[in-house]
């Protein structure tokens, strides 16, 4: 709930707003501009503070939007288990967490065994609610692809889904309490990576007694994940799955993730990161959502989907004589910008600000080639090759398919990217990518395939998607993608 203190301030903010648009008479009002999409800010404002003061939770609405996006709601505390682990967490950059809990639901039946067991890797907003469940029926983020006789199949397989460490579904984030101090981490948490946030999973493997999974699978993030899950643990990892992911962030990447922690910082009510006993920062979190979309689609599914027609009408945006004229405003009047408020609207208030900036980050900072592992002290359970070392003789014999021909002009980090991932020679390996992707270009995934099969690694498959989707096409592709990965796995 929000401090009185707090609600105090808002107030007086919100009067000083209402006081500047009033004359001394009242006389000029009507001349002024009105600007519908940012008084919509003010007035989600005063929503979250009359909300607050009313001590009921805002449930929100659901999408009227028509369009196949896939849900990435709020999971209930009651629909899913908590793995609490007690002992210090070591930490890439930083020196431990003290303790820390991971939240995760799972589908299936677990085989005596226990060697049916596939991790699923989230990409960087979604929960651990992968799919509906008994606790909680509401459909999943990947609810198409698990299920009997689907992608990940539960009649074969325990699948078992997380929320990243850093997140704030479940698991220890930037929210979370300090155990330490008895108040929300907020800034003060530290700087998490990759290899942490699998570190984590592999503790609530332990605890589960799985000693070896029969897959680590993963999209976007996920597919990050899933490529560092085999390289800290070759050993228990018996096959791997990459979607629409990469070994090594790229400057495109970082760029748009930075740009998107850029707006998010600049609202005032980010406060530093300390906002969890006042307003949270809902304008730039609608901001980097907006951006964020931008990345996940392509241009060409919009030209489809939207075209240039106009907000309120069903006629496209091209001039007619048969039609009124109308009047251009500086609020949306497209429908992709009426698409693009849309989804920030929905995501501001549903997801933790300071997570999305420490996971945004942590991508950032993921990067297998040799000399960036050396230089974070990073140790395999499988030895590396160093860096003088040439990628071992196999990987001159082992073919490329007709399909993807090595690269014409490979990229000078690519020997190091090959020595970086020699512990994954021996794991088989699934890598997807699609051609529509602006946010991980298709180019990344046969770095990926590359780089793979120059450290020696004769059992790569490759898939290269067409479709208009763009990176959001592991959500939504279910024949190709889901087809692609069941034949894997199976």
Known sequence: M????????????????????????????????????????????????????????????PSTDSGPEPPYARPSPLSYDVYHHPFPLQLTYSATLPSFDIAYETWGTLSPTRDNVILLHTGLSASSHAASTQLNPTEGWWEKFIGPGKALDTNQFYIICTNVLGGCYGSTGPSSIDPTTGEHYATRFPIVSMFDMVKAQFKLLDSLGVDRLYASVGSSMGAMQSLAAGWLFPERVGKIVSISGTARSSPGSIAMRYAQRSVLMADPNWNNGFYYDGLPPHTGMKLARQIATITYRSGPEWDLRFGRKLHGTNTPGHISSSEPSRTPTLCPDFLIETYLDHQGEQFCLKYDANSLLYISKAMDLFDLTQPALEQLGMRSSQPSFPPSSSPPATSQTVPFPKSHLPPANPAPHLPELANGLSPLAPIPTLVLGVQSDILFPVEQQREVVDALRMAGNSRVSYFELGGVWGHDTFLLDVLNVGGAVRGFLS
């Open 2 to 61: 929000i401090k009185s203190t707090a609600l105090v301030s808002a107030f007086r903010h919100l009067l000083k707003r209402q006081a500047i648009r009033r004359s001394s008479n009242g006389a000029a009002v009507a001349q002024n501009p009105s600007f519908p999409c940012v008084d919509a800010h003010a007035a989600r404002e005063s929503r979250i503070i009359a909300s607050s003061l009313s001590r009921s939770s805002k449930t929100t609405a």
